[in-house]
Nanobody
Framework: QLQLVESGGGLAQPGGSLTLSCAAS????????ISWFRQAPGKDREGVSCISNSGRSTYYSDSVKGRFTTSRDNAKNTVYLQMKSLKPEDTAVYYC?????????????????????WGQGTQVTVSS
């Protein structure tokens, strides 16, 4: 079965850290860029980060720049999102999505872009 599986979500305190994982099953992630999106209750989906298939190109939304870092381990067929200095407004369901992507930009988050694979989502809650 071809799928992406996220893990690593949970409860963190403000200022804390979490690392999310996005593992591919049934296909080789090496050819795909991965974007992370999040959606909070009552809000639109928001693009958070993007990493290209090679890992040489990354892009972050202004809301997470300097706090979140995305990386990939192609040997493990996995992409990571390291989140530091978490804020309550980071609370959301986080999704990873895959498509062939050699260069990341703001356009990677465009709603008209068709990502081939989506994970099921993992909840991140930031609260004291």
């Amino acid at each position: 079965q071809l799928q992406l599986v996220e893990s690593g979500g949970g409860l963190a305190q403000p200022g804390g850290s979490l690392t999310l994982s996005c593992a591919a099953s049934g296909f080789n992630l090496n050819y795909y860029g991965i974007s992370w999106f999040r959606q909070a209750p009552g809000k639109d989906r928001e693009g958070v980060s993007c990493i290209s298939n090679s890992g040489r190109s990354t892009y972050y939304s202004d809301s997470v720049k300097g706090r979140f870092t995305t990386s990939r381990d192609n040997a493990k067929n996995t992409v990571y999102l390291q989140m530091k200095s978490l804020k309550p407004e980071d609370t959301a369901v986080y999704y990873c999505a895959a498509m062939p992507l050699a260069l990341c930009s703001l356009g990677s988050f465009d709603r008209n872009i068709r990502y081939e694979y989506w994970g099921q989502g993992t909840q991140v809650t930031v609260s004291s």
